[in-house]
Nanobody, 119 residues
Framework: VQLVESGGGLVQPGGSLRLSCAASGNIFGIYDMAWYRQAPGKQREWVATITSRGGAAYSTSVRGRFTISRDNAKNTVYLQMNSLKPEDTAVYYC??????????????WGRGTQVTVSS
């Protein structure tokens, strides 16, 4: 299984970015999908989660500014980030619970995509 993030980059404060994360492999099913982030010198922190049925939860630091969504047909999760702040600068990681054919469910991580918010 591979989780590949894309969409990161440099954006000015107040701007927007949309991250994508596509899962590939011999996938039977994808359950919870989530985004985490890690700023320099800090621990990785949870940002948002979306269930297979579309239920979403957000950390207090991004609630109201970020929106998580998914396209089950494309095995892809998105993170729409609006009103970005310098403190949102971090490497953003995709995380998912995935079951392969004839395998148990395991938790997988992507390699991350850099988001930098700066003027």
């Amino acid at each position: 299984v591979q989780l590949v993030e894309s969409g990161g980059g440099l954006v000015q404060p107040g701007g927007s970015l949309r991250l994508s994360c596509a899962a590939s492999g011999n996938i039977f099913g994808i359950y919870d999908m989530a985004w985490y982030r890690q700023a320099p010198g800090k621990q990785r922190e949870w940002v948002a989660t979306i269930t297979s049925r579309g239920g979403a939860a957000y950390s207090t630091s991004v609630r109201g500014r970020f929106t998580i969504s998914r396209d089950n047909a494309k095995n892809t999760v998105y993170l729409q980030m609006n009103s970005l702040k310098p403190e949102d600068t971090a490497v953003y990681y995709c995380n998912a619970d995935i079951r392969l054919l004839a395998e148990p469910t395991y938790n997988y991580w992507g390699r991350g995509t850099q988001v930098t918010v700066s003027s």
